[in-house]
């Protein structure tokens, strides 16, 4: 997805015949009281607005991190957003819209997926605060979408920023298993290199999103939805767990009346919504639905109804007793690995006790005790699978063992596990391993304490 700013004020808002004496439409009754979306230039200035630089960055991570911050840093209270998610429980969206940008500026932004999502963009518009937004280019999108994010641009002339996937792992998939390997053993390969690698690059440069969850939106998996969470599966700018704020002001809303506010405000939409498209995504994986369906029908129809999920929001969906948030069941049926990169060494059960058991190695060994349905692991992949590809040739080997259902046991008594992931260094000439102390696992951590034992 892209990032934008718009450095609206309010007479942006006047621009478009708004005053305190009219009702604009609104979700729900919330009235826009001219307060609401009236705020000094002054207030914001100190706020440097991303589409005012002479060129578009290459990436949301380089943009949010760059942000020029001011002379005087406040220190940042820690914030309940379990409490604060009760209290805006009856919010509107723009209420909540508001209290997000207020809060975060310039380090959130809007997951902008090219659907009815525009919403979210009218409503940071309307609060006459800047607002940056972010977009996923999958390279597999129709034509209108991207004729649509270009509408979007111009009418709200703010720059897109979008992330685009690794196109070495897009070649490899394509050329080991085909360009419609999805329609065969599923959607969740092509989206985890498509989408959400490519969103967990974005977020790293954030301490905010904002996305478009609704509660109706799939049947089973996102009912619970709150409009505000620490985000349990991403990591932000600080990194680490609980780096990253979710926002969702939508979450309590109808699709009718989300259609009801668009038309109301004239708001720009993609035109395969007239051509029966109620839910968008890419192209091989999206079709027009009849009247009555439910909206996420149109997506990846060939598979189960409860699995009609990419991976963005896996943190959000409801699963069956007895499962885990965003993969299988933990005894590992029907769970597909993680951690694939070719520098990187599966152990097996012998394979881990022989190396536990060595005084004399040939090499140092780092090795994550793992299981495919936590969604921390799932949160580390990319990071891991870099930190593999880094120490290739080093001297350094990176193991993965995956220590879950008969295995934890064994790992919990023998390989000091507490909880996943546990990540621990063999040393060279030693034979009881170190375990990794942080909950901070990017690149530059886990090779801080590699260098450090080596």
């Given at each position: 997805?892209?990032?934008?700013?718009?450095?609206?004020?309010?007479?942006a808002?006047s621009?478009?015949?708004?005053?305190?004496?009219?009702?604009?439409?609104?979700?729900g009754?919330?009235?826009?009281?001219?307060?609401?979306v009236t705020?000094?230039?002054q207030r914001?200035s100190?706020?440097?607005?991303v589409?005012?630089?002479?060129?578009r960055?290459?990436?949301i991570?380089?943009l949010a991190?760059?942000v020029?911050a001011p002379e005087?840093?406040?220190?940042?209270?820690?914030?309940?957003?379990?409490?604060?998610?009760?209290e805006?429980e009856?919010?509107?969206?723009?209420?909540?819209?508001?209290k997000?940008l207020?809060k975060?500026?310039?380090?959130?932004?809007?997951?902008?997926?090219?659907?009815?999502?525009?919403?979210?963009?009218e409503?940071a518009?309307?609060?006459?605060r800047?607002?940056r937004?972010f977009?996923l280019?999958?390279?597999?999108?129709?034509p209108?979408?991207?004729?649509f994010f270009?509408t979007v641009?111009?009418h709200y002339?703010i720059h897109?920023e979008?992330?685009?996937?690794?196109?070495?792992?897009?070649?490899?998939?394509?050329?080991?298993?085909?360009?419609?390997?999805f329609?065969e053993?599923?959607?969740?390969?092509?989206?985890?290199?498509?989408?959400?690698?490519?969103?967990?690059?974005?977020?790293?440069?954030?301490?905010?999103?904002?996305?478009?969850?609704?509660?109706?939106?799939?049947?089973?998996?996102r009912?619970?939805?709150p409009?505000?969470?620490?985000?349990?599966?991403f990591?932000?700018l600080?990194?680490?767990?609980?780096?990253?704020?979710k926002?969702?002001?939508?979450?309590?809303v109808?699709g009718?009346d989300?259609?009801?506010?668009?038309?109301?405000?004239?708001?720009?939409?993609?035109?395969?919504?007239?051509?029966?498209?109620?839910?968008?995504?890419?192209?091989p994986?999206?079709?027009?639905?009849?009247?009555g369906q439910h909206?996420r029908e149109?997506?990846?129809?060939?598979?189960d109804?409860k699995?009609?999920e990419?991976?963005l929001?896996?943190?959000n969906?409801?699963?069956?007793?007895?499962?885990?948030n965003?993969?299988?069941?933990?005894?590992?049926?029907?769970?597909?690995?993680?951690?694939?990169?070719?520098n990187l060494?599966?152990l097996?059960?012998p394979?881990?006790?022989?190396?536990?058991?060595?005084e004399?190695?040939?090499?140092?060994?780092?090795?994550?005790?793992?299981a495919p349905?936590?969604?921390?692991?799932?949160?580390?992949?990319?990071?891991?699978?870099e930190?593999?590809?880094?120490?290739?040739?080093?001297?350094v080997?990176v193991?993965?063992?995956r220590a879950?259902?008969d295995?934890?046991?064994?790992?919990?008594?023998?390989?000091?596990?507490g909880?996943?992931?546990?990540?621990l260094f063999?040393?060279?000439?030693s034979?009881?391993?170190?375990k990794?102390p942080?909950?901070?696992?990017?690149?530059?951590?886990?090779m801080?304490?590699?260098?450090?034992?080596?």
């Amino acid at each position: 997805m892209a990032l934008a700013v718009s450095s609206s004020s309010s007479t942006a808002i006047s621009a478009r015949s708004f005053s305190s004496e009219i009702q604009a439409p609104q979700l729900g009754s919330f009235r826009v009281p001219s307060q609401a979306v009236t705020y000094s230039s002054q207030r914001w200035s100190s706020v440097k607005a991303v589409n005012a630089q002479p060129k578009r960055s290459d990436s949301i991570v380089p943009l949010a991190a760059t942000v020029v911050a001011p002379e005087e840093v406040e220190k940042v209270e820690v914030e309940d957003f379990e409490q604060l998610a009760k209290e805006l429980e009856s919010a509107s969206p723009l209420q909540i819209m508001d209290k997000a940008l207020e809060k975060f500026g310039n380090d959130i932004a809007i997951a902008f997926s090219g659907a009815e999502d525009v919403a979210l963009i009218e409503y940071a518009h309307l609060t006459g605060r800047p607002y940056r937004v972010f977009s996923l280019d999958t390279g597999r999108l129709n034509p209108e979408t991207y004729q649509f994010f270009d509408t979007v641009e111009k009418h709200y002339g703010i720059h897109i920023e979008y992330m685009f996937p690794d196109s070495v792992e897009v070649q490899a998939l394509v050329r080991s298993k085909g360009l419609f390997s999805f329609y065969e053993d599923g959607h969740q390969e092509c989206c985890r290199v498509r989408k959400v690698r490519p969103l967990r690059r974005a977020l790293k440069g954030l301490r905010a999103w904002i996305t478009g969850q609704r509660k109706d939106q799939s049947p089973g998996t996102r009912s619970e939805v709150p409009v505000v969470q620490v985000d349990p599966v991403f990591e932000g700018l600080d990194g680490g767990a609980g780096s990253l704020v979710k926002w969702n002001p939508v979450a309590n809303v109808q699709g009718a009346d989300v259609w009801n506010f668009l038309r109301a405000m004239n708001v720009p939409v993609n035109s395969l919504h007239s051509q029966g498209y109620i839910s968008i995504g890419c192209e091989p994986c999206t079709r027009s639905v009849l009247p009555g369906q439910h909206e996420r029908e149109g997506r990846w129809w060939w598979e189960d109804a409860k699995a009609k999920e990419c991976g963005l929001h896996k943190g959000n969906l409801k699963q069956e007793e007895g499962q885990e948030n965003g993969a299988a069941n933990p005894n590992g049926t029907a769970t597909a690995d993680i951690f694939t990169s070719q520098n990187l060494v599966t152990l097996s059960r012998p394979g881990i006790e022989n190396l536990a058991r060595l005084e004399n190695r040939q090499e140092p060994w780092i090795v994550v005790l793992y299981a495919p349905w936590c969604q921390f692991c799932q949160g580390m992949e990319a990071s891991y699978d870099e930190l593999a590809n880094k120490l290739a040739g080093s001297g350094v080997k990176v193991g993965k063992f995956r220590a879950d259902g008969d295995q934890k046991e064994y790992a919990q008594k023998e390989l000091q596990l507490g909880s996943f992931p546990t990540i621990l260094f063999f040393p060279k000439h030693s034979s009881r391993p170190i375990k990794y102390p942080s909950e901070k696992r990017d690149v530059d951590s886990l090779m801080a304490f590699i260098n450090a034992l080596r």
